[in-house]
C-alpha cells in the first residue's frame, strides 16, 4: 500500500421528490440527514485513531447540495478538516435534460420521440443503458467520471509515515460504481451491495498492487434492484 487511502461516504437523508429518478435533486438533508452527518464526524476520528491514519485536512464533496451539507455538518463537528472543495465530478448519474422528470414523464418523452426506442425495464438501475437525451450519461459513466476524480486528488496527497486518508463526501450508485472501476467491487457486487447514510467505507490505493477494500462496511442490499433507490 502508498498510503493513500480514500474514505468514501455517502451524505445523509435528504428531502427528495417521489417518482423522479434523477439524483440531481437540488434538495437540502432532512433533521434525520443531519443527525447522521453529525455522527459521521465521530466516525471518521474513531476511524482515523483506531487504524492510526493521518488526516488530509481538505473534505472533498461533489456540489450537489445534500454532499456539501454533509461535509460542511462533519466539518463543524470535528477538528479533522480545515475547508471542503466541492466538485462536480463526484456527483451521481446524470441523466441530462429529463433532470426532475418523474419516471412517467421520462418514459412519455422517449415514447414521442420518433428517434428513440422504448428504454429497456430496468433503465433505472441498468449500469450500462444511458437515456438518449441531451447531457445523459449511464451509471457506469458515472462511476467512471468519479474514479478519475478520487485518483486525481488522492495522487496529489503528500504521503508521510503514516497512511494518509482523504474524505470524499459524495453518492451510493456513482461510489460503487467507481469502486468497480478501481477494480473493489465486482460487477455483480453492484448490484448486491448499497452504502449506509453517512457511514464511511475505505479504500486503499494499492500504488502498483490493486486497489483494495479495508475498512467500514458496504449495506447489504435486499430490495429487487429494479426497485432500488439509485443514490
Known amino acids: ?46 476511524m482515523a485513531r483506531d487504524k492510526g491514519w493521518a488526516v488530509n485536512p481538505v473534505i472533498h464533496c461533489s456540489n450537489l447540495l445534500r454532499a456539501w451539507q454533509t461535509a460542511e455538518i462533519i466539518g463543524e463537528n470535528t477538528d479533522l478538516f480545515e475547508r471542503q472543495i466541492g466538485h462536480d465530478d463526484l456527483a451521481e448519474r446524470g441523466v441530462g435534460s429529463a433532470a426532475n422528470l418523474t419516471v412517467a414523464e421520462i418514459e412519455k418523452s422517449l415514447a414521442d420521440d420518433p428517434r428513440f426506442d422504448a428504454p429497456p425495464k430496468d433503465w433505472k438501475s441498468n449500469s450500462h443503458y444511458c437515456l438518449p437525451l441531451q447531457g445523459a450519461e449511464s451509471l457506469i459513466q458515472a462511476g467512471a467520471r468519479v474514479a478519475t476524480r478520487i485518483g486525481e486528488i488522492l495522487r496529489a496527497v503528500e504521503g508521510g509515515t503514516q497512511p494518509v486518508m482523504t474524505v470524499f463526501v459524495g453518492h451510493g450508485a456513482a461510489f460503487r460504481h467507481a469502486a468497480y472501476h478501481l477494480g473493489v467491487l465486482a460487477f455483480e457486487d453492484i448490484a448486491r451491495l448499497s452504502m449506509y447514510h453517512a457511514k464511511p467505507v475505505a479504500l486503499a490505493d494499492g500504488g502498483d498492487a490493486p486497489w483494495h477494500h479495508i475498512a467500514g462496511e458496504w449495506k447489504i442490499r435486499a430490495e429487487a434492484v429494479e426497485n432500488r433507490n439509485l443514490d
Open 1 to 46: 500500500m502508498n498510503g493513500r487511502i480514500a474514505v468514501l461516504l455517502r451524505h445523509g437523508d435528504y428531502h427528495q421528490k417521489p417518482g423522479v429518478p434523477s439524483a440531481h435533486q437540488p434538495f437540502p438533508l432532512t433533521g434525520k440527514g443531519c443527525r447522521q452527518a453529525a455522527e459521521a464526524a465521530g466516525l471518521l476520528m474513531d
